[in-house]
Nanobody, 129 residues
Framework: QVKLAESGGGSVQAGGSLRLSCKAV??????????VGWWRQASGKEREGVAG???????SVAESVKGRFTISIDKAKNTVYLQMNALEPEDTAMYYC?????????????????????WGQGTQVTVSS
């Protein structure tokens, strides 16, 4: 089981930036269909995929954050990042780091809840207008 630890959340005004980090432990670097990335859940809403990486290379981001959010990975540190710029109040949510070892591609990671994913505890992002 992969253990995921998020950090970097906080409160920011609209237009500001935050960078989330996710440290992965027991990460299977030999998996051939591995995805890692970010989902979020706003109060009273369903969870949604935000950004994902497939096999550390192929990336996808949700349409709602395209052009503002970027996902990246530092393989030496087993850490995934989510750089969030031009934040909007609608981005307010709990952000979760998620991994999936049965992941076809990064688009699948965003659109499907998967079968047996590992989730971090989450980090809160609050954007005020």
């Amino acid at each position: 089981q992969v253990k995921l630890a998020e950090s970097g959340g906080g409160s920011v005004q609209a237009g500001g930036s935050l960078r989330l980090s996710c440290k992965a432990v027991n990460y299977d670097s030999y998996s051939t269909n591995y995805c890692v990335g970010w989902w979020r859940q706003a109060s009273g809403k369903e969870r949604e995929g935000v950004a994902g990486l497939h096999n550390d290379i192929e990336a996808s981001v949700a349409e709602s954050v395209k052009g503002r959010f970027t996902i990246s990975i530092d393989k030496a540190k087993n850490t995934v990042y989510l750089q969030m710029n031009a934040l909007e109040p609608e981005d307010t949510a709990m952000y979760y780091c998620v991994s999936d070892v049965l992941c076809h591609n990064s688009d699948y990671f965003l659109r499907s809840k998967g079968v047996n994913r590992d989730w971090g505890q989450g980090t809160q992002v609050t954007v005020s207008s």
